[in-house]
């Protein structure tokens, strides 16, 4: 008979009841992976510069996998308003995520900040990059 696993922890039945019994010190265990935190997140946009009510997609890579990344343009400007796909696109498992995004009707033209910040586990990333918009 083979051990069976609890609950899709992924330890076999036999090592927790060992574990519990104390046959087993839990400093024997493997401890949980920490979060590597990347070094150079990146941010691209499929254009710089566009008119009102044209997507402008953004692509982010290297940032950490399975986690959310904020994701805001500047509107302090009066009459300024953004529409996107995703406000806090998913991470994927390589690191990348991309979201839509365009000015809407009503916005004065001129240099907008767009921001991404992401924080796992103590490691804050944070990357910024103008875009214009033309009116």
């Known amino acids: 008979m083979t051990a069976g696993m609890i609950g899709g922890s992924g330890r076999p039945l036999g090592v927790l009841v060992a574990l519990v019994l104390g046959l087993v010190p839990a400093a024997a265990l493997p401890a949980a992976a920490a ?18 009510a044209e ?21 302090e400007r009066a009459g300024a308003s953004f529409r996107g796909s995703a406000d806090d696109p998913m991470v994927s498992s390589a690191g990348t995520w991309t979201v839509d995004f365009a000015a ?9 900040e767009f921001h991404a910040a992401q924080n796992v586990d ?14």
């Open 104 to 112: 809407w009707y009503g916005t004065p033209p001129g240099r907008y």
């Open 122 to 135: 103590g490691c804050h990333l944070s990357v910024s990059r103008t875009f214009t918009v033309t009116g």
């Open 35 to 52: 979060v590597e935190c990347p070094s150079a997140p990146s941010l691209r946009f499929s254009r710089d510069v566009g008119p009102v």
């Open 55 to 75: 997507n402008i997609q953004v692509s982010g890579a290297g940032w950490i996998p399975g986690a959310t990344v904020s994701a805001i343009v500047e509107t």
